[in-house]
C-alpha cells in the first residue's frame, strides 16, 4: 500500500529506513514537543511500533519520502487504546525533518492520510492533539480544516512530568 500526492510518497516502513528514522528522531527541535530526542533504541522501538501497526491495523505513520525518494519524516493514523486520555480512538500525526519545514509536506501528506483513513479505512472521525506551544502543528491542523473541540483536552503525565494537548478534530466530508 502506498498513498502518493503530486509531491510525496507515503508508505509502509523498510529495514533501510532505521538510520534515516533515527536521525529524526534524535534531532532535539524535532523532538522538542515530544519530550526530547530518541536514543537508537527508543528510535528503533517506535519504528517497531509503527510497523506492527501497519501489520494489525493496516495504517500506520507512513515513512514520508519525496518523489525521487529523499526522506523526509512520517506522517499517518495511529490508534489510540483505552488507556489514552481520549480512550479507544484513531490519532493523526506527523513529524518532519528540519529541512523539510515550510514547504506544505506536512499538510500535504496528513490530507492525504486522511482521505485514506476515511474513504478506505471508514473512520468516522480521526483526532489530532498536540501542545500549546506547538504553533506550526497547530497550523496545519487548521489548513487541514480540522475543528478545536477544547472541551476534548487533556493533560497527561508522561515520564514525570504533567503534559497538556489541545485536541482537534477531522470528519470526512
Known sequence: ?????????????RDDDRDAFAALTADPEVMRDLGGPLDRAGSDAKLDRYREAYDRDGFCRWAVESL?????????????????????????GWRLRRHAWGHGYASEAAAA???????????????AYTAPDNLRSQAVMARLGLRREPARDFTAIYDGTPWHGLVWVARPG
Do not use: K, N, Q
Open 113 to 127: 492520510a486522511l482521505r485514506d483513513g476515511f474513504e478506505r479505512l471508514g473512520f468516522r472521525e480521526v483526532l
Open 68 to 92: 525521487p525518494g529523499d526522506f523526509l519524516g512520517y506522517t499517518g493514523l495511529m490508534p489510540l487504546g483505552s488507556d489514552h486520555p481520549l480512550g479507544p480512538s484513531v490519532e493523526i
Open 1 to 13: 500500500m502506498i498513498l502518493t500526492t503530486p509531491r510525496l510518497r507515503l508508505r509502509p516502513w
